[in-house]
């Protein structure tokens, strides 16, 4: 009889898990009390990009007189088509990922899921029905969901989650961010060049305070959200959230995560905005779903501990994505490739997940992508590491774009040349990121990169720029 196998969710996570697992032969059932796609599909990465989009070509639009386009009026946002584009979209990948589980003849069960005791689950549907079934192998691949600050919950009308703001009716006149992380610094491009006043507010020291990012890129960001109009605090965090006469009252105070602050950065500043969007981090769903029904503990946050293999501490269970928390990458791609390697070895195989080239990508305005470690973490490895920087404005492709903001830099070696980090802020960053991953991936060196001929006029052609710089060869940058 086939192995059968049993996902908690249909997210990038448990829907990839489902199809690698039927394509090893195995009877599988995955499990989604929401819509299939999770929280990628519906409520974070396309929804999000999709504004994104409108909001990049908006900006366009208000550049038309400089490309030699004349216009009548300027160019307005029609929310409601908007919406209407980002709803189609979703729909038509949320069907295709439904066609696809249909194609491998994966039961896609409707509800609520719990585990009821080793080899057992359940789920209960909206309209009350329970269905019960039994695993040999169980994935779980439940995801996360916005964190609530519990001084300033989320009443989804003006203090707002990630999933309100992807479903709003207009734009707000002035809007306070909470967290200047990857989601905060991405919304708060799209909605300031949607024409709202934004303000982020960032407890550590610079906007994307992620290790992963290179602090040029941050500083970079920095300078490009000021030309926004953008207005951002460091160092500092929101106190308080009240209503008031014309919106909220918000009160901005020092960050008790600061190791130094001027004394201009204690004095606290209020300021009075129409909404708050609150983005300071993702709760796990691992509450009520019957871990404890097989022993299986969650840490004090309630994230699952897995090892390499995607094993948690109970034989026959594997858990993949948001839900393994901030420890390990909480990225659509990362959960994917987890889903791949649990499926297999739930079907007998056994592959080690391997962390060293995640690539990571910032839909801001403009674009950050970064691959591998900065320098700062080579060096704290005890490499002898070099950083080689190319400008933007250097390459014919970003003059003929008109997008000259940005830089490319390679870390590398500098004694072999192998590449260990690429980290890139600028014109489709994330498009170009795909060669530095590889190269990080596959232990390639700069020697690899300046022996590829890049297409020209590409805005590929930074890498190269950058990798003849790091041989002492560089040419324009
Ligand atoms: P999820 O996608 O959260 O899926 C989990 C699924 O499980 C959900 O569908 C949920 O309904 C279901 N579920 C939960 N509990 C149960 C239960 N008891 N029974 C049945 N079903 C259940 N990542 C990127 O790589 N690139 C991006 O550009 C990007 N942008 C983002 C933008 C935003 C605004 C947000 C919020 C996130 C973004 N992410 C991005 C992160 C990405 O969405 C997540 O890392 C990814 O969705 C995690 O996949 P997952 O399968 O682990 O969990």
Redesign the pocket.
């Known amino acids: 009889m086939a192995t059968q196998v049993t996902i908690?969710?249909?997210?990038?996570?448990?829907y990839v898990a489902a199809v690698r697992a039927a394509q090893l032969g195995a009877d599988v059932t995955v499990?989604?009390?929401?819509?299939?796609?999770?929280?990628?599909l519906?409520?974070?990465?396309i929804p999000?990009?999709i504004m994104k989009v409108t909001a990049e070509l908006l900006e366009k639009f208000h550049q038309a007189d400089a490309f030699g386009i004349r216009t009548k009026g300027p160019a307005t946002l029609d929310m409601e088509k908007l919406m209407s584009r980002k709803q189609k979209v979703v729909s038509a990948q949320i069907k295709g990922i439904e066609g696809l589980l249909a194609h491998h003849r994966i039961r896609l069960v409707r509800?609520?899921?719990?585990v009821e005791g080793h080899g057992k689950a359940s789920?209960i549907s909206e309209n009350g029905q329970v269905k019960s079934w039994e695993w040999d192998r169980l994935i779980i691949?439940?995801?996360?969901r916005?964190f609530s600050v519990p001084a300033f919950p989320f009443d989804g009308r003006q203090i707002l989650s990630?999933n309100h703001i992807?479903g709003i009716e207009s734009v707000p006149e002035s809007i306070v961010i909470v967290g200047g992380g990857v989601?905060g610094c991405?919304f708060a491009c799209i909605l300031s060049a949607m024409g709202a006043k934004v303000t982020v507010v960032e407890a550590l020291d610079r906007m994307l305070p992620l290790p992963s990012v290179d602090a040029g890129c941050s500083k970079v960001l920095e300078r490009e959200m000021k030309k926004r109009k953008i207005k951002f605090y460091v160092n500092r965090v929101v106190a308080s959230i009240e209503p008031a006469a014309g919106g909220l009252a918000v009160i901005i105070g020092p960050s008790p995560f600061a190791s130094h602050l001027k004394e201009k950065d204690r004095v606290p500043v209020a300021t009075t905005v129409e909404k708050a969007l609150v983005c300071i981090g993702r709760s796990p769903?691992t509450k009520n779903?019957g871990l404890s029904t097989i022993g299986l503990e969650t840490d004090a946050k309630g994230w699952i501990p897995v090892n390499d293999r995607m094993q948690t501490g109970v034989p026959g269970v594997y858990a993949?994505?948001?839900?393994l928390g901030p420890e390990r990458v909480?990225?659509?791609?990362?959960?994917s490739t987890e889903a791949m390697l649990a499926a297999e070895n739930a079907m007998g195989g056994d592959r080690a997940m391997d962390y060293t080239a995640v690539p990571g990508?910032i839909?801001t305005m403009p674009e950050v992508a970064c691959v591998g470690l900065t320098e700062a973490q080579a060096r704290e490895k005890g490499c002898n590491a070099r950083t080689d920087t190319v400008l933007f404005r250097s390459i014919g492709k970003a003059q003929v774009i008109g997008e000259l903001a940005g830089q490319a830099s390679i870390v590398s070696d500098a004694g072999s040349g192998r590449l260990l980090g690429v980290h890139i802020i600028g014109p489709h960053a994330t498009d170009l990121l795909g060669e530095g991953t590889l190269a990080v991936a596959s232990g390639l060196g700069v020697t690899d990169i300046t022996d590829t001929i890049h297409a020209h006029p590409t805005l590929a052609e930074i890498m190269l720029e950058a990798a003849l710089k790091a041989t002492g060869k560089a040419l324009h940058g």
């Open positions: 908690l969710g249909a997210g990038p996570g448990g499990v989604e009390k929401e819509q299939v796609g999770g929280t990628c519906n409520w974070g990465c999000s990009k509800g609520n899921a719990r789920a691949a439940t995801g996360s916005p990630s992807l989601i991405e769903n779903i993949i994505g948001d839900v909480m990225l659509a791609h990362v959960a990508a839909f």
